[in-house]
Structure formats: C-alpha cells, structure tokens
C-alpha cells in the first residue's frame, strides 16, 4: 500500500505540470487583459499613451513574451510561491486563497452529506422494492434533480423565497467559530440546493448496483439462510453497491467546485468561487491561475483518496 500510494503521488507531477499549462494558457485566452482594466479604473482607457501602457505592462510583467511568463510562474510554483496579486501585489496563497478555503469546503462537505444522506437511502429503497410506487417516486425525483441546473435553482430559490414566503436568506457571512447556529443557517439553503441536485446522479447509480448486487450468489444465499433484510442489505450487499459510488464522488469533486462558484455568487458567500469571478472580471491572471492549482490538486488527491477507499469496501483489492 505504502509503494502504491507514493507511485500515485509520484505520478502527480506531470499530471500538474500539464494543467499548469493548460491553466496558464487558457486564462490568457480570455479578452483583454489586466492593463485595460487599470486603464479603465484611472479613466484613461481611451485616451491612454503607448507610453504609460507600456509602463503599466513592465510594472505588472506583461512586457515579456508569454513563454518567459510562465517560465517566471513556474520557477515561483517550484518554490511553492503561486506568486501575487497583478493588482495589490499581495501574495496570492496566503492572502487570496487561504481566508476563502473554510467558506468553500463548508459549503462542499454540508453538499456532499446532503447529497450522500439522501441518494444512498433512496437509492437503496427504490432497489429493494423495485417497480413500487416508492421506486418510481424516487427516480423520478432523481431525473428531476439531474435536469434542472444549479444557477437557475439558486436563482429561483432566491426570488420565490422572497416573492411567497417575504424571506430572504441572510447575505452577511458568519464565521463558524463566531456564531455556529446563525452560520449553519446561512449555509444551510445553498448546500441543500447544490446537495440534492448532485444527489440525483448518485441516487440511479445507488439504485442500478444495489440491483445488481442483489441478484449475485452469494446474496441469493444469504437470504436462503433466513438472515433479516437489514443483515443482508446493510452486512453483504451495500458494500458492494457503493464501489461505483464512490467512484463517482470523486468524479463529482470538480462539478461540486463549480456549482460552488455559482452558489457563492447567489448567496453572496466570500469564498473560493466568488474569488475566481472577481478575479477573472479583472484579468487577475496570477489569482486564477492559481486558484485552478489547488483546485485541480484537489481533484488528483481527492481521487487517489478514492482509490484507497476501494480497498475498504471490498476486501479483494489488494494495491502492490
């Protein structure tokens, strides 16, 4: 296990180095850049000299080819600097990141426990009594939460809450450590909507293996020995049934970051996502490169996680 786990490890250097690319390439493909935003701030974007553009561009190392630019940012990653702020110069790490992490990973763990506490129960039931009224609610359900998207979702819970009910959830952020109540219920509305619209996949992948785990031997022989359905369902199938779970957890751990940034733009949460929007309406190129950085570290070691996690659930996979 100890080999396997630092091959992995290994093994995410070129991925990184391969998204550094992509990550650093594709922001710079965006429309104009941060020199015209700071010429639009001072007023001088129309009438603006080569000259003081010019200074702007050395100031802020634009002045160099791309390639030297990402030679620079590398060399800075090497050191494990993700560098500072084209606008204020502060460092991005340590002043952008690190105070919008906790926001961002409350907001997705409250998401992933909606989503698990409610597509793993239904998704189990609707197995178990396959083609009832109560199996066809739920997939039904399921589809609906598979179809309808997370904008239009936050939107409509924004707009109706106040249209019907003259209630608004609260828009000023509450740090836990200061008022747990009052900082559960402000999150509680936004991790709903994106808990239970990630559950509807997981509810018809839960469904679909408890299905077919159900109808192996040795569950066959379960029931033949007259154990309870809690035993056999909870003790010899379930197990089983989660493996594809899990694995698409881990392959929900970018789509949940995204349904965050939209989610903490609707509800006015200050954490990584709003950060990326603000950051990309400026051409912060330096905050969004490395943002998507530790996103996609995320993403390589939540799935490493999640491979480990298989070793658990079934007793066969051994890693050499």
Known sequence: MGNYIIRRLLLLIPTLLIVTVIVFATVR?????AVDVLMAQTGGGGGAT????????EMLGLDVPVHVQYARWLWDLARGDLGGSLFSGEPV???????????????SLMAMAVALLTSVP?????????????????????IVFISVPVFWTATMVMIYSQVLFRW???????????DLPQNLLMFGVPALILGLLLSGTLMRLTRSMMLEVLRQDYVRTAWAKGLRERVVIIRHALKNALI??????GLN????????????????LPGVGRLVVSSLLNRDYTI??????????????????????YAYLDPRIRYE
């Open 29 to 33: 493909l965006i429309p104009g850049d």
């Open 244 to 249: 594809p779970v899990v694995t698409m957890i």
């Open 50 to 57: 080569e000259e003081s553009r010019a200074r702007l561009q």
């Open 122 to 142: 239904v998704g189990v039931y609707s197995a178990i009594r396959q083609d009832t009224v109560g199996d066809y609610l739920g997939r039904g359900v399921s």
């Open 253 to 268: 751990v970018p789509y949940l970051i995204g349904g965050a940034v939209v989610v903490e733009q609707v509800f006015n």
């Open 288 to 309: 969004v490169s490395g943002v998507n950085l530790v996103v996609a570290c995320t993403v390589l070691l939540v799935n490493l996680a999640v491979d480990l996690i």
């Open 168 to 178: 608004t959830p609260r828009m000023e952020y509450i740090p836990i450590g200061e």
């Open 93 to 107: 790490w340590s002043a952008f990141i690190v105070p919008r992490i906790p926001v961002t990973l409350e907001l």
